[in-house]
């Protein structure tokens, strides 16, 4: 498995759960110096990505693109791929799909999160699934276009109401052939946390409903800070990825607590001491 972690470009999103937030050159030296694979990016827009100097600090810093966030849309413009409103729904489409066609110049897939949105009193549940199916095929044929998964991630109970556990999401993306189309399903181990019975069995059951299915993974700790600050099993978290043939990222989606550089240094010793030796 290869470690990632997460840079923060959105001002709005400084008291998020991601590491750096002090712009894309300290993020990569950071993710660098602490021995990381790769960043995760979260942008403001495609247009704000920082698409002029990235290659060369990639390069630099030998560092790959693991994935890009799309959570601004719906921070800052409240898009969202179920909102009940057509033309709402097509501009989230389109921030989405900028987003895509981005990342696939780094050889990286999106994040469907907090742009899955939720049902409401406008939107039935039953609505909203279908509008969130019909906007995941859409989005994952583009992503498909250009040799990329494109990843659903289930949140807790606190963000959304449409599929909170990992056992739900994958019943949803296999009943609406999304599978098949290159969705795969993030599992954020803060969201298991609060959402699952038991987070390694149902890491282990949801491979046993499609034995690729997962596609990346945010690193996290029970409570949000770097693996090892919380009570999680980490290594059993890590053994059932291992034995169901996971070998993508672990991508720190955590608080920079107590500061960044130890937040980083911290996920980099947890990864170290569950990998086998
Ligand atoms: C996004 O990866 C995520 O986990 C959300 O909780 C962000 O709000
Ligand atoms: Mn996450």
Same mark, same amino acid.
């Given at each position: ?11 709005? !999103? ?11 050159? !300290? ?5 660098? =110096? ?5 960043? /995760?990016?979260?942008?403001?827009? !495609?247009? /704000? ?8 600090? %990639? ?5 790959n ?8 849309g ?12 057509? =033309? ?10 900028? *987003?895509?066609?981005?990342?696939? =110049?780094?050889?990286?897939?999106? +994040? ?16 909203? *699934? ?8 859409? *989005? ?5 276009g250009?040799?990329?998964m %494109? ?15 990992? =056992? ?16 795969? %399903? ?9 959402? /699952?019975?038991?987070?390694? /069995?149902? +890491?282990?059951?949801?491979?046993t +409903?499609h034995?690729?299915?997962i ?19 980490s ?9 169901g ?11 920079? %607590? ?9 996920? +980099? ?9």
């Amino acid at each position: 498995m290869k470690s990632a972690i997460t840079i923060c470009l959105v001002p709005e !999103a400084q008291r998020g759960p991601f590491v750096f937030h002090d712009g894309i050159e !300290a993020g990569c030296q950071a993710a660098a =110096e602490a021995g990381f694979d790769a960043v /995760e990016i979260f942008p403001s827009s !495609a247009k /704000e990505f920082p698409a002029s100097k990235l290659s060369s600090l %990639l390069q630099k810093n030998s560092l790959n693109v693991a994935a890009v966030g799309t959570g601004a849309g719906w921070l800052k413009q409240r898009l969202s791929l179920t909102d009940g409103d057509h =033309e709402k729904r097509a501009r989230a489409i389109e921030f989405i799909s900028a *987003l895509i066609d981005t990342a696939a =110049e780094y050889n990286a897939p999106v +994040i469907i999160g907090s742009m899955q949105g939720q049902s409401t009193e406008a939107t039935t549940r039953e609505s909203a *699934l279908q509008l969130l199916a019909e906007g995941l095929a859409t *989005l994952a044929d583009r992503a498909k276009g250009q040799g990329q998964m %494109l990843l659903y991630e289930p949140l807790n109970r606190y963000e959304t109401n449409l599929l909170n556990t990992q =056992e739900a999401a994958a019943q949803f993306l296999v009943e609406n052939d999304l599978v098949q189309r290159g969705v795969r %399903l993030l599992c954020d181990l803060f969201h298991m946390n609060i959402e /699952e019975s038991n987070v390694p /069995e149902s +890491i282990r059951h949801v491979s046993t +409903i499609h034995s690729d299915i997962i596609g990346h993974v945010h690193w996290a700790d029970s409570n949000r800070k770097a693996m090892g600050y919380g009570h999680s099993n980490s290594q059993a978290i890590y053994q059932v990825l291992l034995d169901g043939g996971y070998a993508k990222y672990l991508a720190a989606e955590v608080f920079p %607590l107590p500061s960044a550089t130890d937040a980083a240094q911290q996920t +980099i010793r947890s990864i170290k001491t569950c990998k086998p030796s």
